[in-house]
């Protein structure tokens, strides 16, 4: 252990001497915004300041460049200034930035959108996923009259009072793996909140069904965030979920702000099922804060303006976005059955490379992916659900970080949901995969 801490020392002296610019930047971000940087942009010692974005690379302000496998939590599928996308916003901004009134594009994305989802007759934007599940789940409530929504253990849906519970719960407060206990991620949430969730356990059926049917007299919808790229996906649970939902009158919400980025209809495409709604965010925008949600279009049309009154509305300043909307169609454009599967080769490459090399060394790790989505896990258990992926070792992420840094690869800082982007290449992956072998066998070495 004590070799460990210091070669990760060694790692951070490395870090604070190759990149003093992003240090400062930090530090004078801290006299006036509380820790320096949002949540999801931190990690020790500080975060890395980035200059500009070309293709699949990032360079930082110190004047080191990255291969990014982050690309914006997955949302610059089509990698930093693609042209079609610079193309699109430029040629908005010379119209306006925002005139008060639609301008024609959003009905264009809109109809993109639907072209590509079956199950979504018609759709609104907002501004981000949080704002998509907010108004999906006021349509279920407001629809059925029923007080309650479920959602699985483990699954985000953005950071709203109603699902920022048991995203990421302590394992010694979560309860019974098949009853799992709300559990609030943040301070502050209404104490109704917790009141007003029935928590599923993600895979298991028998258990899901039990809490469904006791409730379903409550339950205005089920959540369902399949967690693409983080979790293998289950084909045939998906398929139950769908089918005890509308067997007891429940609408079933399916959660594609990530899952969109694999494949053309979206996750639920590829798993064989038709929710009743859906939300989106992430590629929707091309890198803008772009949510939207859609589904069928006599829930749908509760939001229409033209008709009688219907208790359900839906606005805000910069919802629909002009430059927004222009940049998401022109990355949907991007978007063809070959660029899809151009990611899936990638992806597949990526992890088979490193779940061999795993092998190899006897490291225990593994790598999953949906299409341009992927994740590493330190443990060699079955993950099959949130717990699973909960019990593996977390403290293997940072020196593996901060290595990974040093060969000129930018992942998440905890592994987890990873992109990669249409500009990546196969010498990216295979230099990402040496890079991974390198670090292996330098902490095997420190371990000693």
Known sequence: MAHMQDYIARLEDGYRAATPRSR?????????????????????????????????????????????????????????????VLAAVDKQMQK??????????????????????????????????????????????????RPKIAKFEGGYHGSHDTVEISVAPPLD??????????????KGISPRALEEIVLLPYGDEAAVEKLVVENREELACVMYDPKAGIMP????????????????????????????????????????????????????????????????ADIMELL????????????????????????????????????????????????????????????????VHNGAVFSIHFTKDELINYRSIAAADKTMSYPIFLSLLEEGYLLSYGMAMNSISLPTRERDIDGLIAAFGRLIRNMKGASR
Do not use: W
């Open 24 to 84: 400062e930047l930090f530090e004078r971000s801290l006299v006036h915004m509380p820790g320096g940087a949002k949540g999801a942009y931190y990690y020790k010692p500080y975060p890395l300041a980035m200059e500009r974005g070309e293709g699949c690379h990032l360079h930082d302000v110190d004047g080191r460049s990255y291969v990014d496998f982050t690309n914006h939590h997955t949302s610059l599928i089509v990698g930093h200034r693609h042209p079609a």
């Open 96 to 145: 306006g930035i925002t005139l008060s009134a639609p301008v024609g594009i959003e009905s264009e994305n809109a109809a993109e959108i639907c072209s590509r989802v079956p199950s979504v007759e018609k759709l609104r934007f907002c501004n981000s996923g949080t704002e998509a599940t907010l108004h999906a789940i006021r349509l279920a409530r407001g629809l059925t009259d």
């Open 173 to 186: 407060r979560a309860g019974p793996a098949d009853a799992p206990i709300a559990v609030p991620q943040v």
């Open 233 to 296: 996906q289950k084909p045939a649970f998906a398929q139950f979920l769908r089918r005890i939902t509308e067997e007891n009158d429940i609408l079933l919400i399916f959660d594609e702000i990530v899952g969109f980025s694999t494949g053309r209809s979206g996750l639920h495409g590829r798993l064989g099922i038709k929710p009743d709604l859906s939300t989106y965010g992430k590629i929707v925008g091309g890198g803008f804060p772009v949510g939207a949600f859609g589904g069928r």
């Open 304 to 367: 229409d303006g033209t008709k009688a009154p219907s208790g359900f509305f839906q606005s805000g300043s910069f919802s629909a976005h002009p430059l927004g909307m222009a940049a998401g169609l022109a990355t949907l454009q991007q978007l063809t059955t070959e660029a899809f599967a151009h990611l899936e080769n990638l992806s597949e490459r990526l992890c088979n490379g490193l779940n061999g090399l795993f092998e190899e060394e006897a490291f225990e790790a593994q790598a």
